[in-house]
């Protein structure tokens, strides 16, 4: 028997609930119980919201299949989304892909834009903003790059580019932005609140980027 914290069995005894014992880890002070009725408790339901997060269930769904409820989804989808560590790419002189994917955000008036950044040999993302076609998103994503000394930088022809990546390194013809347009397809399909043409999308955009984040990075 170990502590669902800690991972050690420095515990005692600590009355019952429900019927069943309860108790008290010495070491990180916490109270808990060996099992628990409420199936969101179990200890492998946060990689199973993972991988189902990723094959193109919507929250409902999940809901349905582990018999939790939808906000118990919701917040849990946020909590792994904040234990998440971003693993820094720091390889120089690389080639970059950059475009920009429209996606739909129920509170959100204008068009909303998911913009991002690939590694083209690895496809690994860099980074990604949700928001605005805007100049100062494009350069946020742009100043990372730029960071990594790259060789080239792909993108298609939006007329913001050209104001934020030096010309010698920057690229813009038919056909150079294949890898990521790719991307986009696979994205939509993996992704249920990305899919066109249906009535998928996101109620916010914290749970859109928590989801992006476990998708890329979890
Ligand atoms: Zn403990």
Redo the contacts with the bound molecule.
């Keep these: 028997m170990k502590?669902?914290?800690?991972?050690?069995s420095?515990?005692i005894k600590k009355g019952k609930r429900n019927g069943k014992q309860r108790y008290h880890?010495k070491?990180?002070k916490?109270n808990f119980q060996l099992e628990y009725a409420y199936k969101a408790y179990q200890s492998n339901v946060d990689d199973l919201i993972k991988c189902l997060l990723k094959e193109s269930c919507g929250i409902r769904s999940i809901s349905r299949i582990i018999n939790i409820s939808a906000k118990t989804v919701l917040s849990r989808m946020l909590k792994i989304s904040n234990q998440i560590k971003i693993p820094y790419f720091n390889k120089q002189g690389c080639k970059f892909e950059v475009d920009e994917m429209s996606i739909k955000i129920a509170n959100g008036k204008k068009q909303n834009w998911l913009i991002y950044g690939i590694e083209r040999e690895t496809k690994l993302l860099i980074d990604f903003v949700v928001g605005g076609r805007t100049k100062e998103n494009i350069r946020q994503l742009i100043d990372k790059i730029l960071l990594l000394n790259p060789k080239r930088i792909y993108t298609d022809k939006l007329n913001i580019y050209p104001s934020l990546i030096p010309k010698e390194i920057h690229k813009r013809f038919q056909y150079c932005t294949n890898k990521i347009e790719r991307m986009n397809l696979t994205l939509r399909t993996h992704i249920k609140r990305l899919s066109r043409k249906t009535i998928c999308f996101s109620r916010k955009q914290k749970y859109l980027e928590a989801h992006l984040r476990i998708y890329f990075w979890g």
């Excluded at 502590?3 to 050690?8: A, D, E, G, I, W």
């Design positions: 502590c669902r914290n800690c991972y050690q420095n515990f880890c070491n990180c916490c």
